[in-house]
């Protein structure tokens, strides 16, 4: 391992042996763990912070997709609270959808990849949404990078890309998973997964160098942890 390495294994007390790993399938095993389906099967409340940019930002009128729409938590909201009728949900967990079509049949709900290169999608829209982190467990990199690339695709003319993204505190040199930076790895429902996290200035820096410009931030304290939360739009100039 290199300096990287060296300053991971201080942090975690151990080395990682990342070569042959699948991180998203050990992801996707943890979302199938009663655990993780039993605690999105009871939550159905938004943060405040979600609830003030979403009913700030979005109105009965807009087209919706949800990347990564868990078992349909942002969908509730939507739908009886802000009256989008307009909305499709994206997921990658089997699992996950069928909660969520359980929870809420008269939700369009479908499985896909937002992290690969065809989305089941035939239209544009005007709010595409990735809330509560659901970008930092996409791995490697380059599948974050195509996540970004979907979502000007498939974002109408003045549309909106909301989602939100782990914070790093500490030093970034101390940051290593596999040779890549920015992976770490954390509890999740009791399971080890990967996160990505980046400071607020890198997170603002990767969404401008993805082709968007800023319209606003929101930073949100949980604990120790803190979570930052854009609104971006495409950039036309890029
Ligand atoms: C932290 S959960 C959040 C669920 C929901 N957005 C919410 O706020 O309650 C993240 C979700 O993103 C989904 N996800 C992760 N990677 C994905 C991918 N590549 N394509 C589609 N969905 C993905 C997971 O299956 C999971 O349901």
């Known amino acids: ?29 943890a979302l199938k763990r009663k ?19 979403l009913s700030k930002e979005i109105s009965h009128a807009d087209s919706i ?15 009886y609270t802000l009256n989008c009728k307009d909305y499709v949900g994206l997921d990658i967990s089997r699992e ?17 990849d937002v992290a690969s290169k ?16 659901g970008i930092d467990t996409i791995y490697p990199k380059e599948r974050r990078v195509t996540v970004f690339r979907n979502a000007r695709l ?27 930076h ?16 980046s400071t607020e200035f890198e997170a603002v820096e990767e969404a401008i160098a993805n082709g968007f410009t800023i319209i606003s931030k929101y930073v949100q304290d949980k604990g120790t942890d803190s979570w930052l939360y854009l609104v971006v739009m495409n950039d036309v100039s890029s």
């Open 96 to 112: 996950m959808l069928k909660v969520a079509k359980k929870k809420y049949p008269i939700g369009n709900f479908k499985y896909a």
């Open 35 to 53: 655990r993780t389906l039993a605690s999105y099967t009871e939550w159905n409340d938004l943060y405040p912070v979600e609830q003030m940019i």
């Open 1 to 29: 391992m290199g300096a990287n390495g060296e300053s991971f294994s201080k942090l975690y007390g151990r080395n990682i042996v990342m070569i042959g790993i699948n991180i998203e399938e050990i992801y996707q095993s």
């Open 65 to 79: 997709i949800e990347f990564g729409c868990g078992a349909g938590r942002i969908f509730n909201y939507l739908y």
């Open 118 to 133: 065809e989305l089941p999608i035939e239209k544009h829209f005007s709010k595409i949404l990735f809330m509560h982190n």
């Open 182 to 197: 920015k992976y770490f790895e954390e509890d999740y429902h009791g399971a080890k997964i990967w996160i990505h996290r």
């Open 154 to 180: 498939f974002m109408a003319n003045g549309g909106q890309l909301i989602y939100s993204t782990h914070i790093l505190k500490e030093s970034p040199e101390s940051v290593i998973c596999s040779g890549e």
